[in-house]
Each structure stands twice: as C-alpha cells, then as structure tokens.
Nanobody, 122 residues
C-alpha cells in the first residue's frame, strides 16, 4: 500500500503562481510514474501532467503546456512537484496526484493523494 500526501494549493489571483507537492511513502519514485489530475465542478477529470518512471519523461495537457512544470525533487526522491505559473480561472479545480507504474491516459491510477483545492480568483 502506497500513501500519497499532498501539500500546497490555495487561493491565488489570476496570473499568479502556486506549487503543489506530492510525497509518497516510498524510498524512491524511480520505478513509478506520478500524474497530476484535476477536477473542476461539473467537469470531467482532466490529466494535467505526468512524470514517468526511470528517466522521468514529462507530459502535459495542452491546456497547461508552457505554464505548468512537473519535476521530481533531487534530494527527496519520493516527492514530486507541480509548479503552476500564469494561473487563470480555468485552472480552478481540486488537484490530485496519483501513482502507477506508468503514466496513464485513462487516469486509472492505483494510488491517489487526498486532493488539494486550487482557486484562481481576483
């Protein structure tokens, strides 16, 4: 059983930035992929980004490309970050991190974090 604990999120003005963290109860994430998935009220879940196992290839939804960056912590190899810049109202959602052996387009990850609210509003 893997536990994912999220931190970060909150209220930010349009154009602002936030960083989300996802810490896994593992000694290393080298063998696992971490995805970030968001769900806004009344909308379907959307895969936002993912970092693969091994070399850490990164993937982004078109809606966030160029604004969001996913990365692994070089020291704490069990933590993944999602840096979100130039946020807009359409980014408002509950954000979840999720873990599996590979990045999943169908978002059917085995393990999920508790979710964190991101609200972009003036």
């Amino acid at each position: 059983q893997v536990e994912l604990v999220q931190s970060g999120g909150g209220l930010v003005q349009p154009g602002g930035s936030l960083r989300l963290s996802c810490s896994a109860s593992l000694s290393t994430l080298d063998y696992y992929a971490i995805g970030w998935v968001r769900q806004a009220p009344g909308k379907e879940r959307e895969g936002v980004s993912c970092i693969s196992a091994g070399p850490g290839s990164t993937y982004y939804a078109d809606s966030v490309k160029g604004r969001f960056t996913i990365s692994r912590d070089g020291d704490k190899n069990s933590t993944v970050y999602l840096q979100m810049n130039n946020l807009n109202a359409e980014d408002t959602a509950v954000y979840y991190c999720a873990l599996d052996s590979t990045c999943l387009r169908n978002l059917r990850y085995d393990y999920w974090g508790q979710g964190t609210q991101v609200t972009v509003s003036s």
